[in-house]
């Protein structure tokens, strides 16, 4: 019985199976870092929306704040970087000077690197979709530190 348990670790290990990642599950405050493009003003003046982070081997999830907003994505292979996507479709959402748009869908992208077990940087980028051109055609981009809180 041993043998077998020591066999099957390791095959799991010859076959790069899951493995830990140092980043720490929990909440997240976003700080901007530097506001890439927000032409219609989407970006909250306390920065990015926060979220809780959770993972399980090289997936990872971020339920954020934003539209709650479910983002699930992987570990980049051999790095401590993820990238995390999500959509809401048929969303009332904030639209330019303060106002509400109605859309087709709202998009959120993460790009992570962790800097510590209770921090990582990255990229957030949120794209609106419309019926024809409009004034809630939105879309921002922006880098941010992200803080266990």
Partial sequence: ???????CALTLAA????RGHEQLAGRYALQTTEVISDPCGLL???????GTLTKSGDYVRFDSDFLSLILVGYFRHSVEEFFL???????Q????????????????H???ITRSPA??????????DVPG??????ALEATFQANLQ
């Fill in 119 to 128: 921090r990582f940087d990255g990229t957030l980028s949120v794209h609106y």
């Fill in 44 to 50: 909250p003046p306390g920065g990015p929306w926060g």
């Fill in 15 to 18: 076959c790069g199976g899951t």
């Fill in 133 to 138: 051109p409009d004034a809630c055609q939105c």
């Fill in 1 to 7: 019985m041993a043998r077998r348990l020591a066999l």
């Fill in 85 to 91: 996507d999500g959509s809401a479709s048929n969303p």
């Fill in 110 to 112: 993460i790009d992570g």
């Fill in 93 to 108: 959402a904030p639209g330019p000077d303060g106002g509400t748009c109605s859309l087709y869908e709202a998009r959120m």
